[in-house]
């Protein structure tokens, strides 16, 4: 069997000026990085703001297991589908991070035939995005330093800088570390630590912004630390947002490459799912939205924290309607949250495939309590058996969702034809009365609770007295009122990754409150984030090569 | 008066695709990044294996001095004024670092009527070359810390890793630091430290290798410290130099802008001119001699560090034959090396250049020692007196050396028709019997003796006990066969930064020895590099901005 990569090589790609004139964009449009890949201008947007907008699907999934759920797959195979269908469809896809590329990973852009390529250029440095933020990150946290060594003014207490360095590289040993050691002309000694890129408030504002000057607005809003009053610094502070966003004015504008059956694909930004809000840009989802009939995108991890934040924050600053969410579950998938070992995943077996569907039952029961029309897609696999399907489609149908098994990893957009169907049935002809779940004008601690009982189905929410201290000093300084970004496990809807399918009676723990004021979210910790991967024992990077020629191998 | 990055927004630039044509490059020979900057493809180098190689010109300077003597500006001009004539020509620059350009500096990239285009782009991040140089070195990094982590079989000495992390920034805070803490899950703790991404060896390999292959073999051969025997250990026996060519498949291919004039311009690496050897790369020179008649191109610092590192180190590996080399120098640089303070410098001052000329005098001998033809221009200034000039034409004259005088800031290439004159005139009827200074497989200290007494004119060279136990350490691993790169202060041709003019009677002290062993070179130290800088109390980042709609402003 053919792997990721090997597939991708062979794809027949169409020159990136055909696939951009596929969304009626001219050569003045867009700027060319390579045959394959080219940003899009913000010029656009303007030029097409009297134009309807498309219809926005989401795709999400239940909470992950090891058995592996291919939630990019189906998006990038539903996205085949619907042009097969003769749709204008367009895919919306986050950017992968160097790091995981390098570590355990391999690359990442879909999978089997339902790929977006050039999976080498997207998995490496693709058109710079990441390395524009790790500057834009990493000039002001020069910055900051500089400000203290030439003579602090603004007071910082170098005890309480918040705002880290970044990297875009698996490298824990950069996770905690002290700087300016050297004596008088190497700044003052500090602790800090390195971040990878994707876990940057610079990438989530990216991510959040709606243009240019909300860009700049946005970086100079960012709370960098406090000063030896207690007070919040801001980089505004600092002089430096317009370097910032000069630094960043390539990766503001949206790419556009394409799938293995040449469907448009723009992919843009992509913020972690846990201390960020884990969504592809607002700019390139409005940018697609102008420019084609149907918008797949897709956000990270479960629908208890991806699609959660999707709908809370990113559809909240865009002002964004979706119109359709798609679940995505396998088989081996909800027998594991039934309780499964890993070695038994293959094995039929609808008794454990009925402990295990409440997880996938309650995140249908979520997406619902936001008002958007739902449809289940099986993502599926050779050992499912007939029983276990029929007991999935009758489960959905006694809670009124259909459900469409989708086989595009081997088949492509072919094999996402029957979702397609369902998907454009609901575009076509239900209505979406989306509504976020909560003002961010309300407590934090109420925000909190509601994301806690709505979605998590928790007791209730308990606080550390650190969390509490933090609350009173954003609500202090009239940093509280924005949207909540839950960082919590993605394996449970608990805050326990032990606990599968649909756990009940147990209390969320908030250990820590950030605030991302630039992006514009509070950060709520309920237990260790990794911010920084490491690089395990023998990483995807020793089997990585470059022949002469050029051939690339190892990259999967 | 208009800035420079006022003239640089004002150019009328063609399509590159047509700046590419007039290389007789056709689209499939260039990967577009956007409309005013391409790379060009490595099969053009094989393509054009059987045409004869064009004419090869170096520009270099005296000693710099505060008062500037603009050598990227006339480099510019001069390809400017030959491509006016009707000639064939085409410039090779190196890449600017983003560092510089918030800290001081601004922007660079020639100057006045002078200048390559897109500013802004080559300036910022330009097509990723250096980002990808980043992340190559510091995959290497995150490596090493893990191998150590993971069991550290090669038994690599933590106290002794010279390979050291990279960052694209000013950031004094991040030249000393102490990787590892936070316990067992977060590595080993060791001293580590950031170096400027110029100044890292990825850099100086790029720049000195000959293709994709020889890249990688370059970057395996990497010294990246020592094991706890006190044997080298090399980066391939990390199994990672695969991943890093990998990294490197863009940035290896050179990249296309052009001048203010239409003028091709290849611009491709920038290693730092003291710990490295402060030239563009090789694989783009080569490129541009098979594409054009004349390249023009350029070294950094004076003639007794950047042409000598040309002409011995690079000229040596790429096999290049230089048939021209160009000394710039101004009046005031000229009198300043003659003991004249900064105030004075506009006064005519006949006395004075009789003193300093020597410096020039000094460099034109040094040039003529590799058997390379040899003019001098002078970059004009308004407040140059006759007197001054007749004396500097008679006293060059007397030397057998033509002289020019050079007005490209102010003119374009129309003020470099003088230059260019003289240099064609040489090209079309001048031999270059170009030869190197040494063998590199002579022993160190001959190697180091050879330059400092033919080039800097000293008496001897002196060792620190540190520089003398490196240099038996290098022969007994069988690592001191290479050439070798000074490190020495470009301000003196000695290694006092105080003595200007033509110092006599001097010792050069070697205060450490380094190898590097991918780049294929010996470093020489004899004081206290600069590989971080630091940023200034205001950075020039503080006055950049784009506006809304994109315009530019404080990049200058």
Not at 141 to 157: E, K, T, Y
């Given at each position: 069997m053919k792997n990721d990569i090997q597939i991708a090589q062979e794809a027949k790609m169409e020159h990136i000026v055909k696939i951009a004139k596929k969304l009626n964009l001219s050569e003045d449009d867009i700027e060319q990085y390579g045959k394959y890949k080219c940003k899009i201008s913000l010029d656009v947007l303007e030029k097409n703001a009297h134009k309807k907008d498309g219809k926005l699907v989401l795709v999400t999934a239940i909470n992950p297991t090891p058995a592996g759920e291919g939630k990019s797959t189906v998006t990038v195979g539903l996205g085949q589908a619907l042009c097969k269908m003769g749709r204008n469809a367009v895919i919306a896809l986050r950017e992968p991070s160097l790091g995981p590329v390098f570590g355990i990973k391999g690359g990442a852009a879909g999978g089997g035939y339902a790929q977006v390529v050039p999976m080498e250029d997207i998995n490496l440095h693709f058109t710079g995005d990441m390395h524009a933020i790790t500057s834009?990150?990493?000039?002001?946290?020069?910055?900051?330093?500089?400000?203290?060594?030439?003579?602090?003014?603004?007071?910082?207490?170098?005890?309480?800088?918040?705002?880290?360095?970044?990297?875009?590289?698996?490298?824990?040993?950069?996770?905690?570390?002290?700087?300016?050691?050297?004596?008088?002309?190497?700044?003052?000694?500090?602790?800090?630590?390195?971040?990878?890129?994707?876990?940057?408030?610079?990438?989530?504002?990216?991510c959040l912004a709606n243009g240019l000057e909300d860009l700049k607005e946005r970086m100079g809003r960012i709370v960098i630390g406090y000063d030896l009053d207690g007070s919040p610094v801001y980089a505004k502070q600092l002089e430096i947002q317009g370097a910032m966003a000069l630094l960043m004015k390539d990766a503001i504008k949206p790419n556009l490459v394409q799938t293995l059956e040449n469907t448009p694909a723009i992919i843009h930004g992509g913020p972690f799912a846990n201390i960020?809000?884990?969504?592809?840009?607002?700019?390139?989802?409005?940018?697609?939205?102008?420019?084609?009939?149907?918008?797949?995108?897709?956000?990270?991890?479960?629908?208890?924290?991806?699609?959660?934040?999707?709908?809370?924050?990113?559809?909240?600053?865009?002002?964004?309607?979706?119109?359709?969410?798609?679940?995505?579950?396998?088989?081996?998938?909800?027998?594991?949250?039934?309780?499964?070992?890993?070695?038994?995943?293959?094995?039929?077996?609808?008794?454990?495939?009925?402990?295990?569907?409440?997880?996938?039952?309650?995140?249908?029961?979520?997406?619902?309590?936001?008002?958007?029309?739902?449809?289940?897609?099986?993502?599926?696999?050779?050992?499912?058996?007939?029983?276990?399907?029929?007991?999935?489609?009758?489960?959905?149908?006694?809670?009124?969702?259909?459900?469409?098994?989708?086989?595009?990893?081997?088949?492509?957009g072919e094999g996402g034809l029957e979702l397609g169907d369902i998907v454009t049935d609901i575009l076509d002809n239900e209505e979406s009365n989306f509504t976020t779940l909560y003002s961010e004008k309300e407590k934090i601690e109420n925000k909190i609770l509601t994301i806690a009982?709505?979605?998590?189905?928790?007791?209730?929410?308990?606080?550390?007295?650190?969390?509490?201290?933090?609350?009173?000093?954003?609500?202090?300084?009239?940093?509280?009122?924005?949207?909540?970004?839950?960082?919590?496990?993605?394996?449970?809807?608990?805050?326990?990754?032990?606990?599968?399918?649909?756990?009940?009676?147990?209390?969320?723990?908030?250990?820590?409150?950030?605030?991302?004021?630039?992006?514009?979210?509070?950060?709520?910790?309920?237990?260790?984030?990794?911010?920084?991967?490491?690089?395990?024992?023998?990483?995807?990077?020793?089997?990585?090569?470059?022949?002469?020629?050029?051939?690339?191998?190892?990259?999967?």
């Open positions: 834009a990150n990493n000039l002001l946290s020069a910055a900051i330093d500089n400000h203290i060594h030439q003579g602090n003014v603004l007071r910082i207490d170098s005890r309480r800088i918040t705002f880290k360095r970044v990297m875009d590289m698996n490298d824990r040993a950069l996770r905690n570390i002290v700087v300016g050691m050297g004596g008088k002309i190497n700044g003052f000694l500090r602790e800090d630590g390195f971040m990878i890129t994707v876990a940057s408030e610079i990438m989530a504002i990216l960020a809000h884990g969504c592809n840009s607002i700019i390139a989802t409005k940018m697609a939205l102008k420019l084609s009939d149907i918008v797949v995108t897709e956000a990270g991890f479960g629908a208890d924290l991806g699609a959660e934040k999707f709908l809370n924050i990113k559809c909240r600053y865009g002002e964004l309607t979706p119109n359709c969410v798609v679940i995505v579950a396998t088989m081996r998938a909800l027998k594991h949250h039934g309780g499964v070992k890993k070695d038994n995943l293959n094995i039929p077996n609808v008794e454990a495939l009925k402990i295990g569907i409440v997880n996938l039952e309650k995140q249908i029961e979520n997406i619902k309590k936001f008002n958007v029309p739902v449809v289940v897609a099986i993502n599926k696999f050779l050992t499912d058996s007939v029983d276990e399907i029929e007991f999935i489609k009758e489960f959905c149908g006694k809670l009124g969702v259909r459900v469409a098994l989708s086989d595009v990893w081997a088949k492509g009982k709505e979605i998590y189905g928790a007791k209730g929410v308990v606080y550390t007295p650190a969390a509490k201290k933090q609350i009173a000093e954003l609500e202090k300084f009239n940093l509280d009122k924005l949207p909540v970004c839950m960082a919590k496990t993605q394996y449970s809807l608990s805050d326990n990754p032990a606990l599968l399918g649909k756990p009940q009676g147990f209390d969320i723990t908030v250990k820590e409150i950030r605030v991302s004021n630039g992006a514009g979210f509070i950060v709520a910790l309920t237990g260790d984030v990794m911010i920084m991967p490491g690089l395990p024992k023998v990483p995807a990077a020793n089997k990585m090569d470059i022949l002469d020629g050029g051939k690339i191998v190892g990259l999967f």
